[in-house]
C-alpha cells in the first residue's frame, strides 16, 4: 500500500467516526426531548436507519437550536445533581462550618485572619 492510501484510510475512519459520534448525538437527543411523541421518535430512528447521512444532516438543521438547548439543560442538571450530592457528603452547612471556626477561634487553635478566611470560604 502507499502513502495515500494510508491517507484515505485515517481520511475514512476519521469521518465514519465522526458520523458515529453524530448519530448517537442525535439518538441520544430523540430520547431527552419529551415534547417529541414516540411516533415521531420512531420515525427519525427508520430514518437514521434507511437513510442515514441525510437523515442526519436534515435533523441537524432541522432541530439543531433544540438539540443545543436540551444539551446544556442536561448538563445543568447534571452540575445541580453533582453540587447536590457534594454539599449531602459534605454535611456541613456554611453556618456550621462558621461555628466550628468560631469554636477554633476561641478555644486559640486559629488567628482573627485565618477565620475570616475560613468564614469567607464558607460563605463562598
Known sequence: MSFWNYFWLVVEIFFFFAYLVVLFMIITDLFRDHKLSGW?????????????LITALVYVIARGNGMAERQVQAQQQAKAATDGYIRDVAGASPADQIATAKQLLDSGAIDQAEFDKLKAAALA
Open 40 to 52: 415521531w421518535k420512531a420515525v427519525w430512528v427508520i430514518c437514521l436507519i434507511i437513510f442515514p
